[in-house]
């Protein structure tokens, strides 16, 4: 259970209509420099979760206070740690408030609120440990580049093949978890945290399922232009090897 | 006896400064056996080098040749060439080790001091 509520009585009426689930919900948004977006996405994704919390990675725009007017928390990191820190601080406030569970969403607009309570189904029906949206199982993963696309199906193919699992968008970051499955998880690297996350949770046994999510590209451009594309080999490698070695 | 030159100095004065390093580790109760081994024992092998090649009675080069050859080392120089580059391996895989953990350590102080915040933001609200 829960141990903070903080929507208004107004607004837990229309909390419990979209929100059937019965399980005490919080939203984490990593965000860095999105405050033209950060509003929309904590208001619209607070209609579905009982809690929303902005985890601000050292913006250096107005993000955090756009935050601060709409959302119920906000953690701001003091220096960058990437989205892998971002998520991880993420879930230890979801951890530390004995929330059920946790629905992990962009700040960038990228993924629609809407969808949570289709990822809070499959937790409660198919007893789901982690939920990944999936751009894969509809058309918005043909807006993306073809190196983009190439990147994601090549670590989507790694992690079935390293593991049990047979998903389509590892490296979504749209996804909703049980508390049991992050208190057990590593803090994961800031780059390829959902690669590493998905395969150290396939490998402790828990269960993982997609849903079909549609996703438009980002709006601010790629992140993988040709100097990341030249780093992915080696964080790769090193990313495998410490979660086959150690986790 | 002695055949003191200025490089002899400054080998006598590093060693020193590297023994003292390690005793304040030592002093400070820090808990680096690793550093403390590491500081000391390099002190002691500088002073040993600088004092011994001051000594014209002891052939420093010749006595170290004897012993590397026991293990099967050639000639003096490609040994004390051979020693020097596994000392520098060594010295760069500690930086390494030590540069990783710094980091490991400043993400979890950014993450605890972004959350003792968040939770001094919450009871204020709460009591708000």
Known sequence: ?247 | MFEFAPIHGIGIVAGLVLLFQSYRLVAARKEGIFEFLLWAGFGVGLLAISVGSALRSVDLLDGLEGSLSVLGFGRGPESIFFVSNLLLLFLVFYSYSQLVESRRKLSDLNQELALLRYDLDQRTDEDE
């Open chain 1, 1 to 247: 259970m829960a141990t903070q509520t903080t929507r208004t009585a107004a607004d837990s009426d229309t909390v419990a209509d979209e929100r059937a689930s019965g399980l005490s919900v919080l939203a984490i948004v990593p965000a860095y420099n999105e405050a033209e977006t950060i509003g929309d996405v904590v208001s619209e994704t607070a209609r579905y979760v009982d809690k929303v919390v902005v985890v601000d990675d050292a913006s250096t725009d107005a993000t955090a206070a756009r935050a601060r007017e709409v959302a119920d928390g906000v953690v701001s990191h003091p220096k960058n740690m990437g989205v892998g820190g971002a998520v991880h601080t993420g879930y230890l406030v979801g951890v530390r408030e004995n929330f059920d569970v946790v629905v992990q969403i962009d700040g960038d607009g990228q993924h629609d609120p809407a969808d949570i309570p289709r990822l809070l189904e499959r937790i409660v029906e198919d007893d789901a440990d982690m939920v990944i949206g999936s751009r894969w199982l509809n058309e918005s993963y043909k807006e993306y580049s073809l190196v983009r696309r190439a990147g994601i199906r090549f670590f989507t193919g790694e992690v079935n093949m390293l593991s049990n699992l047979n998903i389509t968008d590892v490296t979504s970051g749209f996804r909703a978890y049980t508390t049991e499955l992050l208190a057990d998880l590593s803090r994961p690297e800031n780059s390829h945290w959902a690669l590493e996350q998905t395969l150290e949770a396939s490998r402790k046994g828990y269960r993982i399922v997609e849903v079909s999510t549609p996703m438009p590209p980002e709006t601010d451009g790629s992140q993988f232009d040709l100097g990341t594309f030249l780093k992915y080999p080696p964080r790769m490698i090193k990313t495998t090897l410490k979660v086959l070695l150690f986790r």
